[in-house]
């Protein structure tokens, strides 16, 4: 191990790391924001829409994120809509991202009780408000353990970002290893980078399940 090769490529993968953050916090709040709306259009069964959405997360889920991004990068332009790489990396990692997370919500609505939807609906409250006021407030809590492992999945999976030559962390590391064939150092600093990312994260999520477990049962 040559720790000189470390210490010069520290800017490099100092730029790709802050890349990596980025593209994971744009894609992961865009990803929650569309699942959360993806997933509670689908549990109103909003005629159409319902149905629309139902096929997107299957879709979604269903094909890999490389492909998705091949799909947006190379054969986009072909219909005259051309995306930078990281419009694309943003845009797929939503796209995936979303569909995860509604069926994350939609597992926290289904755990909702029923009692409350209808005293809700005794009220007279319509969807809207039901949503607002009963389903996504408890909802919500039900739904964080799934949710925060869609975050580090989603982190994750920028990884993919590199077939489409976005300078995160992965490509910075691929890009030194064919200019200098120094693989060990590069390797080992990729995988410290995102343990780095990952570690801290995982930690603030474990608290947040706790703090929401107690918050429901009083434990």
């Not at 975050?151 to 300078?167: C, H, Q």
Request: no cysteine.
């Amino acid at each position: 191990m040559n720790w000189e090769i470390v210490n010069q490529a520290l800017p490099f993968f100092a730029k790709g790391f802050e890349l990596t953050l980025w593209l994971s916090l744009i894609g992961i709040v865009g990803s929650i924001i569309v699942g959360a709306i993806v997933s509670l259009i689908e549990y109103f069964k909003i005629p159409v829409l319902s149905q629309f959405f139902k096929g997107y997360v299957e879709l979604a889920r269903n094909t890999p994120l490389l492909i998705q991004l091949f799909f947006l990068y190379y054969a986009f332009p072909a219909f005259g809509i051309k995306l930078s790489a990281e419009a694309s990396g943003i845009i797929g990692l939503i796209f995936l991202g979303a569909a995860y997370m509604a069926e994350g919500f939609m597992g926290g609505f289904n755990g909702v009780s029923k009692s409350q939807i209808d005293n809700g609906l005794a009220l007279g409250m319509n969807n809207f408000q039901l949503a607002r006021y009963v389903v996504f407030p408890q909802g919500l809590s039900l739904s964080v353990p799934a949710l925060s492992a869609n975050v580090i999945f989603l982190i994750k999976e920028t990884s993919i970002f590199s077939v489409i030559a976005i300078p995160e962390l992965t490509n910075t590391a691929l890009d030194l290893i064919g200019m200098y064939y120094h693989s060990n150092e590069y390797l080992l600093m990729l995988v410290v980078a995102y343990a780095i990312i990952l570690i801290p994260v995982i930690l603030f999520l474990n608290l947040l399940e706790r703090k929401v477990r107690n918050a429901q049962f009083g434990n």
